[in-house]
């Protein structure tokens, strides 16, 4: 399946001449700018104006709108380069010693390895990882009042990470964003996981050096009327025997909400889409039907959420786009998350509305530990921390015998869209 897809976006890549200009969502124009929802009105204006609004700007806004708007008539490529270039300068001026004071934590990787490696991919990719994760988590922490944990770990094969987790907090039940930098020699099992995704991997001495990384998070809300978001960005290295190397980048954003609301999915899908849509104007439909496929429970028949984008695998056109293309997705977790969490904050919920929010808890955890291929990846890679891996799962959920909601109501609502996957935008 994700050669499949990685074939028609390479012969689409290569026969596409024009692409839609790069745009910036822009919280202060979009639909969602101010609605009324029951006796709570959100305004955007008023959201932008505080400390976590400007962040949110800062997020989806930048020179690179500017750019696309300004050279909509050239080829993809040559749109793409000045993107990448536009965002570099941006995203990557000044050392990386001043960069890493804003992080959660010092990175994995020692500052001064960062600095001298910093035009490589695998570095840039690892200061990407640690500003996502301290942009979202003190978007979190500023919407719910609380702190994350911030726990070192260290991985005696090579590498480790830094695990933040917020939990039994005011708003957020369980809130986790993890970062792994990990190293070492894949073994058999994930050898095998990696050639069954139509890898051809060519080790020496039957060892096979990897580096792998990314930055991975699950929020799981007290409020059955504020959604679960989970995203995860990640890049992955092989050494073959040859010394060549084989990379490639994977990841994506979904959301996972109890109850359908229209506004809140074409808000979240559109935020993601104006992303895709600076690289390519076939990415959002194409990663949209993959994770609908992907975050599928096959034993229940039903999605896991309502979707977003997903990709694996992906190593095309250059490495250069691809690592800008996941920089723009990463950007989107805090525009596309937090103006719903914000929305239902005040919402009231009665406890069968939390009965109904554990039982999709359940179906959640059943995704996670029987299909989810980063949970089995590193449940079979030597010396990976298990709390980070299971941090994924919420801290409650609840499994009922022979569940099924009554017809007509607002939970058979929920299980027709997750049966029947839908177009949002």
């Given at each position: 399946m994700a050669s499949l897809v990685l074939c028609t976006l390479s012969r689409?890549?290569?026969?596409?001449?024009?692409?839609?200009?790069?745009?910036?969502?822009?919280?202060?124009?979009?639909?969602?700018?101010?609605?009324?929802v029951g006796r709570r009105q959100m305004s955007a204006r008023g959201f932008a104006s505080g400390a976590l609004g400007k962040r949110l700007l800062w997020a989806t806004g930048g020179a690179a709108a500017v750019v696309g708007a300004a050279v909509a008539g050239l080829s993809?490529?040559?749109?793409?380069?000045?993107?990448?270039r536009t965002e570099t300068v941006k995203d990557e001026e000044g050392n990386v010693a001043e960069r890493c004071k804003k992080f959660m934590s010092p990175p994995v990787t020692p500052v001064e390895l960062l600095e001298k490696r910093k035009g490589e991919i695998s570095s840039r990719m690892e200061m990407l990882i640690m500003q996502t994760q301290a942009e979202f988590c003190r978007a979190l922490e500023e919407v719910d009042g609380g702190k994350f944990r911030v726990d070192r770990w260290s991985r005696p094969?090579?590498?480790?990470?830094?695990?933040?987790?917020?939990?039994?907090?005011?708003?957020?039940?369980k809130a986790g964003v993890n970062v792994s930098v990990v190293s070492g020699h894949l073994t058999e099992e994930a050898a095998k996981q990696m050639r069954s995704r139509g890898k051809v991997l060519k080790g020496k001495d039957g060892k096979l050096p990897f580096i792998a990384m990314g930055v991975s998070s699950v929020i799981h809300p007290k409020n059955p009327h504020i959604p679960t978001v989970h995203f995860n960005y990640r890049y992955f290295e092989i050494e073959e025997e040859d010394g060549s190397k084989q990379?490639?980048?994977?990841?994506?954003?979904?959301?996972?909400?109890?109850?359908?609301n229209k506004e809140d999915a074409a808000l979240f899908?559109?935020?993601?889409?104006?992303?895709?849509?600076?690289?390519?104007?076939?990415?959002y439909p194409d990663f949209k039907k993959w994770c609908d496929r992907y975050f599928f429970v096959r034993h229940r028949g039903e999605t896991r959420g309502i979707g977003g984008i997903f990709f694996d695998d992906l190593d095309s056109p250059s490495q250069e786009e691809v690592f800008s293309f996941v920089k723009s997705c990463a950007k989107t977790v805090v525009p596309?998350?937090?103006?719903?969490?914000?929305?239902?904050?005040?919402?009231?919920?009665?406890?069968?509305?939390?009965?109904?929010?554990?039982?999709?808890?359940g179906r959640y955890v059943e995704f996670n530990l029987v299909y989810d291929r980063g949970v089995k990846f590193g449940l079979a890679t030597p010396g990976s921390r298990i709390e980070s891996i299971l941090m994924s799962l919420p801290?409650?959920?609840?499994?009922?015998?022979?569940?099924?909601?009554t017809k007509g109501t607002?939970?058979?609502e929920m299980l027709d869209v997750l049966r029947n996957p839908k177009e949002w935008i």
């Open positions: 689409t890549l290569r026969s596409s001449g024009r692409l839609r200009s790069a745009c910036r969502v822009d919280l202060l124009s979009g639909p969602w700018a101010s609605r009324t993809h490529f040559q749109r793409a380069e000045m993107a990448t094969e090579g590498g480790g990470g830094i695990s933040c987790v917020m939990q039994d907090s005011k708003v957020f039940e990379w490639w980048f994977g990841g994506g954003t979904d959301l996972t909400p109890v109850y359908i899908h559109n935020v993601l889409r104006e992303a895709c849509d600076k690289h390519h104007s076939n990415y596309c998350y937090l103006p719903i969490v914000q929305k239902h904050l005040n919402d009231s919920f009665t406890q069968e509305e939390k009965d109904w929010q554990q039982v999709r808890r801290l409650t959920a609840r499994w009922e015998y022979m569940h099924e909601p607002r939970e058979a």
